[in-house]
């Protein structure tokens, strides 16, 4: 692609983005393009849309400025999350960004909020905070990982560490939440039943937020295993909406036919984020069981 058809491209994804009447699963193949795509216009066009009435897409907007680890979206992020009228998801997706880009830069703002009267956001920019310390002590910028092509929000631990030690690490309340997310992600990439089993067993935490990092997870790993535990927390009306938003979106990435019932049953949601979810849910069902499209790695 020369230069300039890309720069057409790019344009052209960014029209749909930023339209407010094209359908939400359009916006967001949209901004998973421009996420792939890159460079300045790409990060200017995917900041136009925190202007947005929609949290979710707002949130996915912060996560894929994060994913694209590039300094040029360090002011909008750090903006998004001093922004009281922001959502509290898009400010800590916007916390996390931080984070996964890792520049030094935002360790004093993210210090800042470690204080904020929302956990989900104090909570956020305490690992994000871990993150870059941990990067700087191992002088080393933050990658994505390999298998999974996400930045995690935490370096998982050693993979031969036994499932029963990194279950026990995980649920260990006592821990710090950064220690507890290692451990998390490296049950990921085991990705064994058992290890899946480890992970749902972690959806009694009073966290908010390492719950919803829990849906997230699972879906990533796409294993029927995780069905039942997922279906349950968005079942449940009194859940916090980040962590049903996570799970339904993990359920459409795993695409099992258990999943489509409880998909279409929340597709009319009262909550807006976990009625947008559920749409958006159902297209990543749709298209991975078409091979046509691959959510799986990119939504959050």
């Known amino acids: 692609m020369s230069p300039e058809e890309q720069a057409n491209l790019i344009e052209a994804e960014g029209k749909i983005l930023v ?9 967001f193949r949209a901004l998973f393009a421009l996420r792939n795509l890159g460079g300045q216009r790409s990060i200017e066009l995917i900041n136009q849309c925190f202007e947005d009435e929609s949290a979710l897409l707002k949130h996915e907007c912060a996560y894929c400025l994060g994913q694209m680890q590039d300094d040029v979206a360090l002011p909008y992020l750090s903006k998004v999350l001093e922004d009281e009228q922001q959502d509290v998801m898009v400010r800590h997706e ?6 996964a880009i890792g520049n030094p830069a935002s360790l004093d703002l993210l210090l800042e909020y470690t204080d904020a009267p929302q956990p989900e956001i104090s909570e956020t920019c305490q690992i994000a905070a871990d993150r870059i310390r941990f990067q700087q002590q191992k002088n080393e910028a933050p990658t994505a990982d390999a ?3 996400s930045v995690d929000p935490a370096p998982a631990a050693p993979e031969d560490t036994p499932i029963p030690d990194l279950r026990a690490t995980l649920l ?10 290692r451990a998390l992600f490296a049950l990921r990439n085991i990705g064994s039943e058992d290890a899946v089993k480890a992970i749902v067993d ?3 935490d009073k966290s908010a937020l390492f719950r919803h990092e829990l849906g997230y997870v699972l879906g990533q790993l796409q294993h029927p295993a995780a069905i039942e535990g997922l279906k349950a927390r968005l079942e449940d009306g009194a859940e916090n909406y980040m962590v049903r938003h996570e799970c339904a979106e993990a359920l459409g990435s795993i695409a099992h036919d258990k ?3 409880v998909l279409k049953a929340f597709a009319g949601d009262s ?27 990119a939504a959050k």
Not at 19 to 27: C, F, G, N, S, T
Not at 94 to 99: F, I, N
């Open 19 to 27: 339209d407010v009447k094209a359908p939400l699963k359009d916006r």
């Open 94 to 99: 916007a916390a996390e960004a931080l984070g």
């Open 147 to 149: 298998k999974f092509l």
């Open 172 to 181: 260990d309340t006592s821990k710090p939440l950064f220690e507890r997310y």
């Open 202 to 204: 972690g959806f009694q």
């Open 259 to 261: 999943c489509l019932p």
């Open 271 to 297: 909550s807006r984020v976990v009625r947008e979810s559920c749409i958006v849910a159902l297209d990543m069902h749709e298209h991975e069981t078409s091979g046509e499209f691959q959510y799986a790695s």
